[in-house]
């Protein structure tokens, strides 16, 4: 288990818990797993294996046109629903 002085923002850890995070700090956290800079290389490419297979298809998918490669992460705590990922386009992959 995580310990309190783990948390950055004790505050923010307060009011929401150790899992909250912004749509900033997702975005950063997905390009640089995308660039392969979290942890090794090999432990991106496995990361990003593993987004690739979610199976929510009630958010972000469901906009999407099928085929779209999207490597993404969904979650929710009681009404509040997100979801984050990287999409794969032609021009380059794109974070939402």
């Known amino acids: 288990m995580f310990k309190q002085a783990t948390r950055i923002d004790q505050?923010?850890?307060k009011k929401y818990g150790l899992g909250g995070t912004t749509?900033?700090?997702m975005v950063q956290l997905l390009g640089l797993l995308?660039?392969?800079k979290v942890?090794?290389?090999e432990a991106c490419?496995?990361?990003l294996r593993h987004l690739k297979v979610c199976d929510d298809d009630k958010k972000t998918t469901r906009q999407l046109l099928?085929?779209?490669v999207i490597a993404h992460k969904s979650g929710?705590?009681?009404?509040?629903k997100?979801?984050?990922?990287?999409?794969?386009?032609?021009s380059g992959p794109v974070a939402p």
């Open 23 to 25: 749509a900033s700090e």
């Open 11 to 13: 505050e923010f850890g």
């Open 39 to 41: 942890v090794s290389l």
């Open 34 to 36: 995308d660039a392969g």
């Open 45 to 47: 490419k496995e990361m």
């Open 82 to 90: 997100s979801d984050a990922g990287i999409i794969y386009t032609k």
């Open 66 to 68: 099928a085929g779209t």
């Open 76 to 80: 929710s705590v009681n009404a509040t």
